[in-house]
């Protein structure tokens, strides 16, 4: 713009310059005295609230790790994982058609291995088994069936991969003549779970009679990899029986 010249005092002197308004981050080392401190002073009370800020939260997560583990659980929650899975399935009624294909060839897959072997790779199996849609998977050929058994992600186990497809196929033709899976394998207990009040886990059978019965039903049907101990254990992962025991947080929902 247009160069003014700087006012004159009225002595005739140029008039002092007016006080520096900048922050002292601006400022740097020219300022000193009051301007700083109450910078600094500000800076403090940030620093202390943010330390404040990050102790309460801390507390809290202490807290929250505190009560997670006053929880008590059936013992075989051992990881995160497993907790997730003990609160939130085991044990709890499934009536939905894929959950309940997806339970069985999971319990099939586990035989002669541990629940969280299967867990920690249910991911993988979802996604190899097109997450388990028992109409694709009742289709699958030997070229799949060698895609399936290079992938390191899940049981790779030929009897199994090829248990799985059978079960697709008898699984639809249950549906077929029952209207549902659902209905056919909740006919067994009347669509009633059985509520269970064992002490500790050294008393939950690892087969009943019943499991012994549908297991027969299930193989005359044509289905593989389902023997009693397995079939009580989908019993137990779909919820037709409840086996939290007295000692479990769960065990007072029943």
């Given amino acids: 713009g247009a160069y003014r010249q700087r006012p004159l005092h009225p002595a005739g002197q140029p008039c002092p310059d007016p006080p520096d308004v900048r922050h002292p981050h601006e400022l740097g080392h020219e300022v000193c005295g009051r301007g700083v401190s109450t910078h600094l002073a500000a800076k403090r009370f940030l620093c202390a609230e943010t330390m404040a800020y990050g102790e309460r939260e801390l507390g809290i997560c202490r807290t929250e790790k505190l009560m997670e583990e006053l929880i008590q659980r059936c013992s075989l929650a051992t990881t995160d994982l497993y907790k997730e899975y003990h609160d939130n399935e085991w044990g709890k009624p499934v009536h939905d058609e894929n959950k309940l294909f997806e339970m069985l060839i999971l319990e099939g897959m586990q035989a002669g291995l541990s629940w ?41 186990n030929r009897l199994k991969i090829k248990s799985a497809i059978t079960n697709a196929q008898q699984f639809i033709k249950i549906q077929e003549s029952y209207g549902s899976f659902d209905s056919f394998i909740w006919s ?22 019943l499991s012994d019965q549908i297991s027969k039903d299930l193989k005359k049907l044509g289905f593989k990899f389902v023997g009693s101990t397995i079939i009580y254990a989908y019993m137990q992962a779909i919820g037709i029986v409840n086996d939290h025991v007295k000692g479990c947080h769960l065990y007072a929902n029943k």
């Avoid at 009742?138 to 895609?147: G, P, S, V």
């Fill in 188 to 209: 067994y207990v009347d669509g009633k779970p059985i509520l269970n009040q064992f002490q500790t886990e050294t008393d939950i059978p690892a087969r009943t009679a």
């Fill in 116 to 156: 969280l072997t299967i867990l920690n790779k249910r991911e993988a199996f979802r996604i190899a088994f097109d997450n388990f849609d028992c109409k694709k998977i009742a289709l699958y050929d030997d070229a799949k069936i060698e895609k399936l058994m290079q992938n390191s992600r899940i049981v790779r």
